[in-house]
């Protein structure tokens, strides 16, 4: 009766893994996962495959797959593709990854279809699930219902997608009662707004769990002011000192390796190596113009998937820019933008890199 008892007033906690639990304490680039697909639009699982290994091969601490950048119509049924690409990840991760690196699947719908995306996740070895924060007629309060639902299956990154592709504003108090659900290890931070970062991190510290919650950026538009930013805070223990540890980016999936010698320098100026702060800090802008060439913010984003496909493309990892959805693809002049940032910034994309293991990865 007493283990009973203590079964029911204490349940299991989902946890990550030892290994990937301190590979996301510790900051780490995580890719979101493009789509590859052949010019039916179908599946291209060869380069699938390789997009994987190149992200691995790169020095990913982990991969976030199934989530925007994977196009959200994977789960639509005349697809039908959101297992077969974690599983395609999967495959590849256990035979080419340590057990540092940390298998992030996302999850989306409203709670009965999180839940069995999470539970299909974790049936396929994926360390967490990253929450989708779009529900159709959904308020903050059942949003957080739907979060404790799914935090019952499996560990919880939260995610504050910007407004201008469907994201829902939520003020300091959702993510301070967001943060005190005990299966939420990571909250990924993309509303595109200074601000509403800001409301973000006050509210994780405000939950009394910011000691296990790492930040990470998904402000693909101020990714290094992120990893160098410190937020001075009041949390449930006092004031206190709060960092992005990584990144969560669909900017990340290209420029990969690049990307992990970023963040290398991003822990070091945090350590306090002031000719790091100095090195990253002049790379910001560089970032920025890049980035405004492959997510395509003077269209309202429209060539922001079509973009991360275009940069793949360039580079002989894929060969085409095809989406699910045949209304999205490249703005007029992306392309030759992309050309433009490619030619002006080299040490941002992996040129090189690639080009030396393109063909072991195709293999």
């Known amino acids: 009766m007493t283990a009973l008892r203590r079964k029911v007033l204490m349940p299991d906690i989902p946890s990550l893994r030892p290994e990937a639990a301190r590979t996301l304490a510790r900051g780490a680039v995580i890719p979101a996962h493009p789509l590859a697909l052949d010019a039916d639009r179908r599946l291209d699982e060869r380069r699938q495959r390789a997009l994987t290994r190149y992200y691995l091969a790169a020095g990913a601490g982990g991969l976030a797959v199934g989530v925007h950048t994977t196009q959200f119509e994977i789960r639509d049924p005349e697809h039908a593709l959101y297992e077969p690409v ?18 992030i699947a996302g999850v989306v719908g409203d709670t009965p279809q999180a839940v069995a995306e999470a539970e299909l996740a974790r049936g396929l070895g994926y360390d967490a699930v990253l929450l989708s924060p779009v529900v159709e007629g959904a308020d903050p309060a059942r949003l957080l219902e739907r979060a404790r639902a799914v935090a019952e299956v499996m560990p919880v990154i939260g995610f504050y997608l910007q407004a201008a592709i469907g994201g829902p504003v939520l003020e300091r108090a959702f993510w301070r009662e967001f943060g005190r659900i005990p299966a939420v290890v990571a909250v990924k931070a993309a509303p595109f707004d200074r601000y509403r970062t800001l ?16 930040l990470y950026t998904g402000n693909d538009d101020a990714i290094v002011a992120d990893l160098l930013a410190e937020y001075h805070v009041d949390s449930a223990d006092g004031p206190r000192t709060m960092r992005f540890v990584g990144g969560l980016l669909g900017q990340w999936a290209v420029g990969t390796q690049a990307a992990v010698r970023m963040l290398a320098l991003a822990h070091r100026a945090s350590a306090g190596d002031h000719a790091a702060h100095r090195a990253l800090s002049a790379a910001a802008v560089d970032l920025l113009d890049a980035n405004q060439a492959v997510f395509d913010p003077a269209n309202g984003f429209h060539g922001v998937i079509a973009g991360v496909h275009e940069v793949l493309r360039q580079q002989g990892l894929l060969d085409g820019v095809w989406c699910l959805d045949p209304e999205e693809g490249l703005s ?16 941002l994309h992996d040129d090189a890199f690639i080009a030396a293991h393109r063909d072991e990865w195709l293999r």
Request: proline residues 4%.
């Open 332 to 347: 007029p002049g992306q392309a030759d933008e992309i050309r433009r940032v490619r030619a002006a910034y080299p040490e």
């Open 86 to 103: 974690l599983a395609l990840a999967a495959e590849e991760m256990d035979a080419r990854a340590d057990a540092s690196v940390v298998r």
């Open 199 to 214: 409301e973000l991190v006050r509210g994780i510290a405000e939950s009394g769990r910011a000691d296990g919650i790492a």
